[in-house]
């Protein structure tokens, strides 16, 4: 873009056209609006269950008829889509719950599905650190020193895949970060029937501190390790496009990019670079810093979450996921 025909000052003031909110508004040109944001919800079996997460004020495990509440006031607002992660009651070493027919996820999703159709869009996050017993992404190799096994993991998170959309996912969600991962589904959900339920891929998902929260809300702290091994390094730019190139090659339907704030310019690179339909996901520590900040009484909340949100929008998100996401929604209505 080229700033050559600007006129100069005193002639041309930039000011004239932020004099008053209906002008700011008229000329502003990145929006936040409610439909473009997706609220996470960790559900668990059972009835009536609603357990705070003493890190992350105002979100809970769920069971499903409590998930159908959270959801019903999330459509009240606006959003009109959520993303689910499962925590089941047992774990073990082929992370069983990921796929059974009768996990968390598939019983929310069907109870969601069964209530509000094609209102919602149910998205359902394909990972097996929740299920696994020892906590990571993927079969270990414990002759190994626990290695992550890439390809034999590639089956289980396939077969994950299929049982969200058989439950009648409108959206699967990979965020395991293991190789070829996206292409496994596809396979799998075209070999299943189904063809139409697309991959929102976490193609660039980061190694990073902000998950800290996240770890309580799901259960699925590494019992030894970590997951640098898998998940991207902080420091690489270029290699996340490749990652996300990767997983479009392999059929992604849509790309994102974890963690977004500290991530900004690997979202703008990435929607630039590529055009495609791209998430944000606004993580679990970035929510709880502003809940805190806010508590002490030292940032305005409403304003600093959605100046946060509206900057990723301008980064390139097309869609936002964030636990904020029906308090956003609200305050947007108010104006």
């Not at 079969?139 to 590639?154: A, F, Q, Y």
């Not at 390094?233 to 977004?260: F, H, T, Y």
């Not at 305005?300 to 029906?326: C, P, W």
């Amino acid at each position: 873009m080229s700033f050559g025909a600007i006129g100069q000052f005193p002639a041309y003031r930039p000011r004239r056209l932020r004099r008053t909110a209906a002008l700011r508004r008229l000329v502003r040109e990145t929006m936040l609006e409610a439909s473009q944001l997706v609220l996470p919800l960790f559900v668990r079996q059972g009835k009536k269950r609603r357990t705070a997460i003493g890190s992350m004020p105002g979100v809970f495990q769920l069971s499903p008829d409590e998930a159908l509440k959270t959801a019903h006031g999330a459509l009240e607002a606006g959003v009109l889509g959520v993303i689910l992660f499962g925590i089941p009651e047992s774990k073990d070493e082929t992370a069983s719950g990921a796929y059974t027919r009768d996990g968390a996820v598939q019983q929310t999703t069907r109870a969601l599905k069964k209530e509000f159709g094609d209102d919602l869009v149910v998205i359902t996050d394909v990972c097996l650190c929740e299920y696994m017993s020892h906590g990571h992404c993927g079969v270990v190799d414990e002759k190994r020193g626990g290695r992550v096994l890439n390809d034999p993991t590639l089956a289980l998170l396939a077969r994950a895949a299929r049982s969200h959309a058989e439950a009648g996912a409108d959206i699967v969600a990979p965020s395991d970060m293991m190789d070829g991962r996206v292409g496994a589904i596809r396979e799998e959900l075209d070999k299943g029937g189904f063809a139409d339920t697309p991959i929102l891929s976490y193609a660039a998902k980061f190694a990073s501190a902000y998950y800290g929260p996240f770890r309580e809300a799901a259960e699925s702290t590494p019992q030894f390790g970590d997951r640098r091994a898998y998940q991207m390094d902080a420091g690489n730019a270029r290699e996340a496009l490749r990652e996300v190139a990767m997983d479009i090659q392999e059929c992604a339907d849509m790309v994102m990019v974890k963690p977004a704030l500290a991530y900004l310019d690997i979202l703008h690179r990435v929607k630039t670079e590529f055009g495609y339909p791209t998430a944000a996901y606004a993580v679990s520590g970035e929510y709880a810093m502003i809940k805190a900040a806010s508590a002490k009484g030292w940032v305005d909340e409403r304003a600093v979450t959605l100046e946060t949100l509206l900057a990723m929008r301008r980064a390139g998100a097309d869609v936002i996921i964030t636990y904020a996401a029906v308090d956003a929604a609200k305050w947007l209505r108010e104006g």
